[in-house]
């Protein structure tokens, strides 16, 4: 059985853009997988605390010594990995923040980058350990970043994006952006906005 891995970051709800190119990706992926299985992560809903020193040395400590505290700290780390390990592919709705991701899914990213779990260094240097994935993004940004614009050289989203997964073994990326939706806080119409996109959406879900 097929498993899908959804995650979304914005905390914008019923009027984000990504959450409604996550949602369109989703029925589009079951319909393909009639028998498949959703996952859905909602790190908006999901209490995600920043990385401190004891939860460094837990991650460090070997499993079998590690201390009930320990373990304790570990555990939302080990739930997520775990997601990510059942499933077959991820899509992820990714709004920019301040040229970059959500401080919610750089968040999310510190929990489930690990070493000796998602990731290991040997001889030839770092591995990545969750391989055999794909994974879609589906970008919003209130300006226009892409390849040839004035602004290019701020989006930082992409870019971090594909060498965070790159690195833990997730190769095999597709992005799909929706640019300039600044343009519906001045009276553009969405529907006519995101039909495009949605479109593309579908398309590539089809064929995930």
Request: net charge negative; aromatic share 10%.
């Amino acid at each position: 059985m097929p498993t899908l891995l959804r995650v979304d970051s914005s905390p914008l709800y019923g009027v984000s853009v990504t959450r409604q190119l996550t949602e369109t990706f989703e029925s589009t992926w079951k319909a393909a997988h009639p028998d498949g299985q959703v996952v859905v992560r909602d790190l908006t809903a999901t209490v995600l605390w920043p990385i401190t020193a004891e939860w460094i040395g837990a991650a460090f400590t070997p499993e079998d010594q590690r201390t009930g505290q320990q373990a304790e700290l570990l555990k939302l780390s080990d739930t997520l990995i775990a997601e990510l390990e059942n499933a077959d592919e991820y899509v992820f709705g990714v709004p920019m923040h301040n040229f970059s991701v959500p401080s919610s899914l750089k968040l999310w990213i510190d929990q489930i980058a690990r070493v000796g779990k998602t990731f290991s260094y040997g001889e030839n240097g770092p591995k990545g350990l969750i391989t055999g994935k794909k994974a879609t993004f589906l970008l919003a940004t209130g300006g226009v970043y892409g390849p040839g614009s004035a602004m290019e050289s701020l989006n930082f989203v992409e870019p971090y994006l594909r060498s965070a997964f790159g690195f833990l073994g997730v190769t095999d990326t597709t992005f799909l952006t929706a640019g300039g939706t600044a343009a519906l806080r001045y009276g553009q119409d969405r529907d006519a906005f995101l039909q495009p996109h949605l479109e593309a959406v579908q398309l590539h879900a089809q064929s995930a």
